[in-house]
């Protein structure tokens, strides 16, 4: 079993920054790709960013050029680093980790969820 912690969301005014994190524990040499994922109010979970343990990586089109997702596999942790947000990023983030090796985007593919995190952007 693997679990997953998100921290580091709350309120950040448009134009600014913030980091979030996802700590994994457990049976963790099992975990190959880690992503984000939030959701809007009344809609589906959706894609942000996904990692491979390699390295490789998948952006949803809004997010690119702003948001880096990144690892540190010394720490157990990966990282969402968000830029110029706006307030359309407003939303609850997920991280999630799964075992298999293709980096996919169906949350289905999954297999551990973190408890999500509240990001607010609003002036």
């Known amino acids: 079993q693997v679990q997953v912690v998100e921290s580091g969301g709350g309120l950040v005014q448009p134009g600014g920054s913030l980091r979030l994190s996802c700590t994994a524990s457990g049976s963790i040499s099992s975990i190959n790709v880690m992503g984000w994922f939030r959701q809007f109010p009344g809609k589906q979970r959706e894609l942000v960013a996904i990692i491979r343990s390699g390295g490789s990586t998948v952006y949803t089109d809004s997010v690119n050029d702003r948001f880096i997702i990144s690892r540190d596999n010394a720490k157990n942790t990966f990282y969402l680093h968000m830029n110029s947000l706006k307030a359309e990023d407003t939303a609850v983030y997920y991280c999630?980790?799964?075992?298999?090796?293709?980096?996919?985007?169906?949350?289905?593919?999954?297999?551990?969820w973190g408890q999500g995190t509240q990001v607010t952007v609003s002036s």
């Open positions: 999630a980790a799964r075992t298999g090796r293709m980096l996919v985007t169906p949350i289905r593919e999954y297999d551990y």
